[in-house]
């Protein structure tokens, strides 16, 4: 059985908690669309989200870790202890693989039931899937190192992260673990556990939406580095204008993705 894990933001971090239910009520709705019953959600938080849609196969698990600060480092902090919490919750159970979900993201209803079918599998990351901003609704395919983009990009065996279970909350931190995404597949690889490609398209990969941790950092917002943002978001649109792709139907259907209600 998978064990999908979303670790959710505090409200007191938020600059709009009713904005972070709404992305993530949409995120629960797509994870739990699966064509498969062979799973679970554990939501991991401090504040239960204020939504309408429920699940039995999803549990809350409330934490009182320390509300992180307003920079980066200490959000990450904070979402990498409520991965690893998760992480130790599922351990419990009788999960055999587990996914961590960024709160805001769509996935494919198709990979729980790829998972039931390869359970013997290291695991998988996501090489190809789908940006998606928010804020003007296009849709651009990825075909290559979307696991490097963003959490929701790998499904690993439980027993391949027991050092993940094991780490102090001071040793929980990037380069230390596989928990930081764009680490995962380069140290599994390194203990001799690599990971295969997914071979479809796992994931719609969020972003503009007001609330993503990176693009949000006031740091980003001023001086010359208010300058930085102004050109990396001109590339960017630009980049994106060329590779756009209307959101179909049938990628509705599989990733759960609609637009949000103002």
């Given at each position: 059985m998978l064990a999908f894990i979303i670790?959710?933001?505090s409200s007191q971090v938020s600059s709009s908690w009713e904005l972070v239910c709404k992305l993530f009520e949409r995120t629960l709705k797509s994870v739990c669309n699966q064509t498969?019953?062979?799973y679970q959600v554990i939501v991991v938080?401090?504040?239960?989200?204020?939504i309408q849609f429920n699940s039995p196969q999803t549990i809350y698990l409330q934490v009182d870790?320390?509300?992180p600060g307003a920079e980066y480092a200490s959000k990450e902090k904070d979402k990498m202890l409520k991965m690893q919490a998760g992480l130790l919750y599922a351990q419990k159970t009788n999960a055999s693989h587990v996914m961590f979900v960024d709160a805001?993201?769509?996935i494919s209803k198709h990979i729980a039931?790829?998972?039931s079918q390869n359970?013997?599998?290291?695991?998988w990351f996501f090489g190809k899937g789908y940006d998606y901003r928010e804020d003007t609704g296009v849709l651009c395919k990825r075909n290559r190192n979307l696991h490097l983009r963003t959490n929701t990009s790998h499904v690993v065996r439980i027993d391949l992260l027991r050092p993940e279970m094991k780490l102090l909350p001071d040793e929980v931190k990037r380069g230390s673990c596989v928990l930081y995404h764009i680490d995962t597949t380069r140290m599994l690889g390194e203990r001799g556990r690599p990971l295969k490609i997914l071979p479809f398209r796992g994931v719609i990969y969020v972003t503009d939406n007001g609330e993503n941790m990176w693009w949000s950092q006031d740091s980003m917002g001023t001086?010359?580095?208010?300058i930085y943002k102004s050109i990396l978001t001109m590339l960017k649109n630009l980049y994106q204008s060329l590779i756009t792709q209307p959101v179909t139907d049938s990628i509705r259907d599989e990733f759960g993705l609609y637009k949000l209600s103002n």
């Open positions: 670790p959710l933001k498969s019953t062979e938080c401090h504040e239960k989200p204020e870790f320390p509300i805001d993201d769509c039931k790829f998972v359970l013997g599998k290291n695991g001086g010359n580095n208010g």
